[in-house]
């Protein structure tokens, strides 16, 4: 990984450091993103904003047919 890093900073012109300080914003801010959708999906579910799983496969086996269902709601 610390070749792919060195190939990384060479070919962007920056220092290793630089690759390694972006590479974990990135992931930090893609893990609190995460974290956040979690939260917000738990909050849904606790008030009861769900989509009954059969619904959901029924869609999922229309994709692709002449005549696909519109998402479940």
Known sequence: M???VDVLAARLDRPRG???KQA???FIAL???RHR???DA???VDAG???DHTDVD???DSLGTKKPLPPPA
Do not use: H, K
Request: net charge negative; glycine share 0%.
């Open 2 to 4: 610390a070749d792919q």
């Open 42 to 44: 738990i909050t849904d």
């Open 58 to 60: 029924l869609w999922i």
């Open 37 to 39: 959708m979690t939260l």
């Open 31 to 33: 893990e609190e993103r």
């Open 18 to 20: 630089w690759i390694v």
């Open 49 to 51: 904003r769900v989509v």
């Open 24 to 26: 974990l914003a990135d």
